[in-house]
């Protein structure tokens, strides 16, 4: 089917993956197309429909399907009610690869309202982020590591940043990985976005993430 081609199964489990873990950038990052997903989903029910019988025999009504809905199917209408609500509570209405703090913030208060161990985890990890730019100029993108590496902070990069990522390092710090994000400053406000390089080992961390 062209739409399932489209939009790929990697990323929707990165969405999930993101969503399940409380990974804001992530789910910006592989936030679907929502147009694609409803004309996939609606494919799909069409041909089940289309290949179920009713009969009526001995009294009874028997109903024969020759297709049935499977796990992949689940997760592209699991992803599309996700992206729906993610719209409706303007939290995220499109894909974006730089996102302002700030609306990771709004996501993060919004949506992890109810689960305090991703709020709290998410509010650290920007706050962290807020405190080690907040006194620096304007700056061009360059990964987490980078900026530590520029901004007289090489003690704590040898401490915390020279291994190389991780699944246990990357969830624990809500996505936020410092050799996997990038971090931008201009007019005073800051942007992150994901390495392009890391883009898909960051996929791999949230679809291993989703399924275990």
């Known amino acids: ?74 997760a592209y209408l699991f992803s599309y009610l996700t992206s729906v609500l993610l719209k409706k509570r303007e939290l995220i209405s499109s894909r974006k690869s730089e996102v302002e703090i700030k609306e990771i913030k709004k996501l993060a208060n919004d949506l992890f309202k109810f689960d305090g161990r991703f709020k709290n985890r998410i509010s650290n990890d920007i706050s962290r982020i807020e405190r080690d730019t907040g006194e620096e100029d304007n700056f061009d993108w360059k ?5 530590y590496g520029e901004y007289g902070k090489q003690a704590d990069l040898r401490k915390h940043g020279k291994q190389q990522p991780d699944l246990r390092n990357f969830l624990a710090h809500s996505g936020f990985e410092r050799n996997m994000v990038q971090l931008k400053k201009f007019e005073g406000k800051v942007y992150l976005k994901y390495e392009d390089s890391m883009i898909n080992t960051i ?4 679809a291993f993430s989703d399924q275990n």
């Not at 992530?26 to 009969?55: G, M, Q, S």
């Not at 990964?143 to 900026?147: A, G, L």
């Open 203 to 206: 996929k791999r961390f949230c």
């Open 1 to 74: 089917m062209k739409f399932l081609r489209e939009i790929g199964k990697s990323e929707i489990s990165a969405f999930l993956g993101a969503m399940y873990n409380g990974l804001p950038l992530a789910l910006f990052r592989f936030y679907p197309d929502r147009d694609k997903l409803k004309t996939l989903i609606d494919n799909v029910i069409e041909n089940f429909e289309k290949y179920t019988c009713i009969e009526n025999g001995d009294g009874k009504l028997n109903v024969k399907r020759k297709l049935r809905f499977g796990k992949d199917f689940e």
């Open 143 to 147: 990964t987490y590591n980078e900026f």
